[in-house]
């Protein structure tokens, strides 16, 4: 069924998105792999664990194991704060042994706010009407790019509403566009995908122009609120259709996925849990290469969006901090993103238990990068941002808090990703590539685009975590810091 107000060339076009045959495929027995009973009964029978079999988790998480359903219930039913700080020790420990202490950067690029969907949580919906429509022509995307070129981004994820507007042949326009993109020393090396979820056919077009990970958030895996929060007669009713979205993107060569849901819809001991059945899935389809990262955005509040104040399921600053921790001791290896939804204070916190990629000067206004923009055009932002500050002070802040901003996109290029990057992550290698990498970026950054202040925090920190680096290693990232000073770009290990 489609609502009457959709021009018909729209409605026409949104008959062909959806490929039931895309779907059924991965179904077993007719059922999709999120059992809510199962979920619900999972979380009610661990309620109250036992100490030792609470540490008996965490030192399978430790030993970088993935968990399973049962045991993720276990840690998200933990009461005892003594316990928790257990967690997330344990937490920032694995963090540490499969990635080091590295934060990867990228900022988001909104491209078109046209959008078919009514997600009663997002100012982007179709009914919005206080929302101002734009997308991005090509040069508009060029002079986005330049924008953040400048401001020494590497990597990107590119946003789309869903739309005839910005089908896939707009969105691989777009992404060919940024790569195409140079100033000065400086390029876009990595353009992720956050965009609706398509048939593999046109999953393949985004393959072929180089796309990093695809990523797509599931919102809520629980069946009912999915349907309560996306209303019947839109494509993304179709929770299926959205739930294999990134099955079908690895079955057209697309092999770094990314899961995420938003928390605020639905419990969120629920939504943990259903994170990590979609990793299992993935892991069982996917000959064990699950997602690349996950995401964890809590609601916020957008303009004429009443629904968010409305939600019974806002989650706390405190289960904020718990989620993050049982994800990262749920699933060891999978990279785990914070986003600048997240207010400054609040990403200090959480970073330590277990993220590993961030956002910096972000803009989420179509065009805001390089347009001028007024305080009412902020406001008609998809969602308000809680960190806006420039890519400058967040470096200065991580490096002051000890971690190395990467702008690394050596695995993808070298072609460590899917099989290849799980093999490496599970056994808690990345390290040994990423860190080398992380500092000959971070070294880049320093001298293209660093304030003389963050330059000097900066400078000291590389010198810290070379000497942790193994023996065999320096002489090769010595030289390369070398030739990087001298002018040289884009060396990797
Ligand atoms: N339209 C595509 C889709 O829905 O998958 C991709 C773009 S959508 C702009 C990206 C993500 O923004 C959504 O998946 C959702 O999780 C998140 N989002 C929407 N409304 C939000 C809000 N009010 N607060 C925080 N995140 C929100
Ligand atoms: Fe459209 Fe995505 Fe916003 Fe839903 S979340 S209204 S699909 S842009």
């Avoid at 109250?48 to 008996?56: F, K």
């Avoid at 046209?114 to 429509?133: E, P, S, T």
């Avoid at 956050?194 to 797509?216: C, H, S, W, Y």
């Avoid at 002070?393 to 901003?405: F, N, P």
């Amino acid at each position: 069924m489609l609502t009457r107000d959709v021009p018909l060339n729209v409605r026409e076009w949104m008959q062909g998105v959806i490929k039931e045959e895309e779907i059924n495929r991965y179904l077993v027995n007719g059922r999709d792999f999120i059992n809510d009973e199962e979920i619900e009964e999972l979380l009610r029978k661990h309620r109250n664990p036992e100490p030792q079999r609470v540490r008996d988790i965490i030192a399978k998480s430790l030993a970088l194991e993935r968990l399973e359903p049962e045991e993720t219930a276990t840690l998200l039913n933990v009461e005892d704060e003594e316990l928790w700080e257990e967690i997330f020790q344990a937490a920032g420990e694995v963090k540490r042994k499969v990635y080091g202490d590295r934060i990867v950067t990228f900022a988001p690029l909104y491209c078109s706010n046209f959008c078919v969907n009514n997600c009663l949580y997002c100012g982007f919906r179709r009914d919005n009407h206080l929302q101002k429509r734009r997308r991005l022509t090509i040069e508009e995307v060029r002079r986005e790019a330049e924008a953040l070129v400048s401001m020494g981004h590497k990597r990107l994820i590119m946003v789309y509403g869903e739309h005839p507007l910005s089908d896939v042949d707009y969105i691989a326009r777009t992404i060919q566009t940024v790569y195409e993109t140079k100033v000065g020393n400086g390029e876009i090396r990595r353009v992720n995908v956050n965009a609706a979820p398509m048939d593999i056919a046109r999953l393949r077009i985004l393959k072929e122009v180089g796309i990093g990970t695809f990523q797509v958030f599931q919102e809520t895996y629980h069946h009912e609120t999915y349907r309560k929060v996306h209303p019947e007669g839109t494509l993304k009713a179709h929770y299926r259709w959205r739930l294999y979205a990134l099955h079908r993107a690895q079955e057209a060569g697309i092999d770094d996925v990314a899961i995420g849901a938003l928390f605020g819809l639905y419990d969120w001991k629920f939504e943990v849990m259903g994170l990590l059945y979609h990793t299992i899935d993935l892991e069982r389809h996917f000959g064990g290469v699950g997602p690349h990262t996950i995401s964890f955005p809590r609601l916020e509040p957008a303009i004429n969006t009443p629904f968010v104040q409305e939600t019974r399921y806002k989650v706390s600053d405190r289960d904020f901090k718990r989620l993050v921790a049982v994800i990262r001791l749920s699933v060891p290896y999978t990279g785990m993103i914070i986003t600048a939804r997240e207010p400054a204070h609040i990403r200090r916190e959480v970073i330590p238990v277990g993220c590993t990629q961030t956002d910096a000067s972000t803009r989420i206004g179509i065009g805001a990068y390089s347009d001028r923009y007024t305080e009412q055009d902020l406001k008609r932002q998809q969602f308000q941002i809680g960190d806006p500050r420039s890519l400058d002070e967040v470096v200065r802040e991580l490096a002051e808090m000890g971690y190395i901003t990467s702008f690394c996109t050596a695995d993808y290029r070298c072609g460590r990703t899917g099989k290849y990057f799980m093999g490496i992550a599970k056994k808690g290698k990345i390290h040994h590539f990423c860190m080398p990498n992380a500092i000959l970026t971070f070294k880049e950054y320093l001298i293209d685009y660093a304030s003389p202040e963050t330059r000097s925090v900066g400078e000291r920190l590389i010198e810290q975590k070379f000497a942790e680096l193994d023996e065999a290693l320096k002489p090769l990232v010595r030289e390369y810091l070398e030739r990087i000073e001298r002018g040289e770009r884009d060396l990797r290990i």
